[in-house]
């Protein structure tokens, strides 16, 4: 079993849709969890950033934590085809010597 | 946010050949950096974590001989590929710490094609 898991899509949406991407783990010495966003052939961009359970909001970006269910999210609202990418969750664990451990990746596409 | 580069965002070779790839950390210090390398539709596999001054940790399964990392100072470190070989065609993608609690941010990555 994979320690991060994550649906690798493909995911379609028509433009202007709330977008739900989601991760869950096996290990819960994770303790920050980070969303990146990339696109084709380009290195991954730092989305969000959280560290344990809660909610984090950046524009048209939540992040969401839930420890007790080993169980991330990232919401976009009123999704834009400029979204369309491929979305991973990564994780980190305390003196983990900051190795992230990344899901497979969501791809996903807005439509017009 | 931090920029990283990376130099060249593509490279052909031949098999048999070196190839090095240079990552920079072009407005802050990183005295970590990460390698990775990516297949097609495939997540990031973590190759080695370079340290500034000191030898690279390399993940298991990684041929620290065939893949030989240098982190000569606080704003480069360099992956060479030694006797490439086809199946080392990859997409591969540096990272560096930036900041506490450290964040990691992504250079664009290289793409390797070995024919």
């Known amino acids: 079993q994979k320690e991060v898991e994550q649906d690798p899509g493909p995911l379609s949406v028509p433009e202007g849709a709330i977008v739900s991407l989601n991760c869950t783990y096996s290990?819960?010495?994770?303790?920050?969890f980070m969303w990146y966003r990339q696109y084709s052939r380009k290195g991954p961009e730092l989305l969000m950033y959280?560290?344990?359970?809660g909610n984090k909001e950046d524009g048209r970006f939540t992040a969401q934590v839930d420890k007790s269910s080993k169980y991330i999210s990232l919401f976009i609202r009123d999704s834009q085809p400029s979204d369309s990418a491929t979305y991973l969750c990564?994780?980190?664990?305390?003196?983990?010597?900051?190795?992230?451990?990344f899901g497979t990746g969501t791809q996903l596409k807005v439509e017009l | 946010g931090a920029v990283v580069s990376q130099h060249p965002s593509r490279v052909i070779c031949k098999s048999g050949t070196s190839v090095k790839i240079e990552c920079r950390s072009l407005?802050?210090?990183?005295?970590?950096m990460f390698w990775y390398r990516q297949f097609p539709k495939q997540s990031l596999m973590l190759m080695a974590t370079s340290n500034e001054g000191s030898k690279a940790t390399y993940e298991q399964g990684v041929e620290k001989d065939k893949f030989l990392i240098n982190h000569a100072s606080l704003t480069l470190s360099t992956l060479t590929v030694t006797s490439a070989h086809p199946e080392d065609s990859s997409f591969y993608i540096c990272?560096?710490?930036?900041?506490?609690?450290?964040?990691?941010?992504f250079g664009p990555g290289t793409r390797l094609t070995v024919t």
């Open positions: 990564a994780m980190r664990k305390t003196g983990g010597g900051n190795k992230l451990t």
């Open positions: 959280t560290y344990s359970s």
């Open positions: 990272s560096a710490l930036e900041g506490a609690p450290s964040e990691q941010y």
């Open positions: 407005d802050f210090q990183a005295t970590t």
């Open positions: 290990n819960s010495a994770f303790q920050y």
